[in-house]
């Protein structure tokens, strides 16, 4: 990775910030706090995935540029009502990063990647020193099944885990038959949480990413789904006035045509 020499373009992107935030700034940027930016900064989070996913690599370094902004944009406000400043950021994380690779930086072995990733946690936890539950420190604010996969993998860090995947697929039938048993909306609302979560801790078992496989699922149905809407425009037919049997059809149809494109 290439530094900028003398870190001119980073500075001028800080001193970018520091004018919007001055007495003769930006209105917007200088009635902005760590909340209020919550919203957007989240939103350039899932922008960068977006990008990420559809592999347009200069809408990446875009959508990275936008998040750096709010990143340096929270540190000035920081800044300004004296909590940290930009080089107590970047200090802590160079610290960090250090510190938690003993067989880099120090003089610390380790067999595979699985076991720098077992290494890290025993590190972060001993770093942490109160910390009562592995499961403490998972932000609640990320998406359920987010925190799910999450939740899943600290526990089977610490060996809560099945001891192979046919129990956790075994115990995906077990919680259909539950649900399809479940009576009341109260009962069948809980019984199918725990068929999520069922099915979280295969994708977790299996090494996938959760949001991924039903971010891919979501695209795949989308293109099939307006494929049809295409063919009933282009056949001058209502695609609510089909049967179910008709639509099905359709959709095989649908499936098939977005195959062939790739």
């Not at 987010?146 to 129990?167: C, I, P």
Request: aromatic share 8%.
């Amino acid at each position: 990775m290439d530094i900028p020499e003398n870190m001119e373009e980073f500075s001028a992107l800080v001193e970018i910030i520091s004018t919007l935030r001055g007495p003769d700034g930006c209105p917007w940027d200088r009635k902005q706090t760590h909340r209020s930016l919550r919203p957007t900064f989240l939103q350039e989070c899932y922008e960068v995935l977006a990008a990420l996913d559809s592999g347009d690599t200069a809408a990446l370094g875009e959508e990275l540029g936008d998040l750096l902004l709010h990143i340096v944009l929270q540190v000035q406000i920081a800044s300004e009502a004296g909590e940290f400043k930009l080089g107590d950021v970047v200090k802590g994380i160079c610290e960090k990063l250090v510190r938690r690779h003993p067989h880099v930086f120090g003089s610390g072995e380790v067999l595979d990647a699985d076991e720098v990733i077992r290494n890290w946690a025993d590190l972060k936890k001993a770093e942490k020193g109160t910390e009562q539950s592995v499961l403490e420190s998972v932000p609640e604010e990320l998406p359920a099944l987010s925190y799910s996969q999450e939740v899943q993998h600290r526990a089977a860090q610490v060996g809560f885990d099945w001891e192979d995947d046919d129990g956790v697929i075994d115990k995906l039938t077990e919680e259909v038959r539950e649900f399809r048993e479940a009576q009341g909306q109260e009962q069948r609302t809980q019984e199918y949480g725990d068929l999520l979560f069922t099915l979280v801790n295969i994708a977790r078992r299996q090494g996938m990413d959760l949001e991924t496989a039903l971010r891919e699922a979501n695209r795949k149905f989308y293109l099939r789904f307006t494929r049809m809407e295409e063919v009933c425009r282009e056949r001058g037919i209502s695609f609510g006035d089909l049967s179910f049997d008709e639509q099905n059809t359709l959709w095989e149809e649908a499936k098939k045509a977005v195959q062939e494109q790739g």
